[in-house]
């Protein structure tokens, strides 16, 4: 089945610094949304992507939506202590319904 | 709205022991999901309704395991018998709408631990 891969796994940054996670899939996704889970919480979703090249911002975070719809990424600029927790992409699979989450990248921030 | 509401929010077995794990969606919503989260294995979907029929159950480990959904507002995951690699956090999710286009709602968990 389709799988989408995450990286980095982990990330740790200091409060202030910029951090982006990736997600890469080897097939065209159909659309790409993305969550925040904080520790000990459950996945919240963020956003939507839908459209090719699609670009995305809530605040701080950045959202893209690569032109061939294979890559997805979550950029978030000056990093607070609140941005703490995992992100997952998660990709709706189409006609197939193989419903996919990516592995999450876990974000530590040292303030 | 209440959100999706999951009980018991935690759950300690002994190997063996039959589990139920249950699951209100939020009210409206067609789509409902399990899924089980280790730090092995990430999130896995179990399995996927829509207008409470079965649409994937791939995800499902084995035949321990088995999910209804008898009515619109209510859903089980059941394990027979449970092991110890069934520790795990189980979620249940919601959505509007067919297949996983619109954002999914989660609940809180079930945390699950099978000694």
């Known amino acids: 089945g389709q799988q989408v891969m995450q990286i980095p796994q982990y990330q740790h940054v200091q409060e202030g610094e910029d951090f982006t996670t990736y997600c890469n899939s080897s097939?065209?996704?159909?659309?790409i949304q993305w969550y925040k889970q904080r520790p000990g919480g459950h996945p919240v979703f963020l956003i939507q992507?839908?459209?090719?090249?699609e670009v995305k911002k809530q605040k701080r975070l950045t959202f893209q939506f690569g032109e061939a719809k294979k890559n997805s990424s979550l950029h978030i600029t000056a990093t607070q202590t609140t941005d703490v927790g995992t992100y997952f992409c998660?990709?709706?699979?189409?006609?197939?319904?193989?419903?996919?989450f990516g592995k999450g990248t876990l974000l530590t921030v040292n303030p | 709205d209440a959100g999706v509401i999951q009980s018991p929010r935690h759950e300690v077995t002994e190997m063996g022991q039959e589990v139920t794990l249950r699951c209100k969606p939020i009210?409206?919503?067609?789509?409902l999901f399990w899924y089980r989260q280790t730090m092995m294995r990430g999130l896995e979907l179990l399995i996927y309704?829509?207008?409470?029929?079965?649409?994937?159950d791939s995800g499902m480990p084995e035949d321990r395991f088995s999910a209804k959904m008898p009515n619109a507002s209510f859903s089980t995951l059941k394990i027979q018998p449970s092991e110890p690699r069934d520790s795990a956090v189980y979620f249940c999710?919601?959505?509007?709408?067919?297949?996983?286009?619109?954002?999914?709602?989660f609940g809180p968990g079930t945390r699950l631990t099978v000694l």
């Open positions: 999710a919601s959505t509007y709408g067919g297949s996983g286009y619109n954002e999914q709602f």
């Open positions: 097939t065209t996704l159909s659309n």
């Open positions: 992507l839908v459209k090719s090249g």
């Open positions: 998660y990709d709706s699979g189409g006609s197939n319904y193989k419903l996919t």
């Open positions: 009210s409206g919503h067609n789509s």
């Open positions: 309704f829509n207008n409470n029929v079965p649409i994937d």
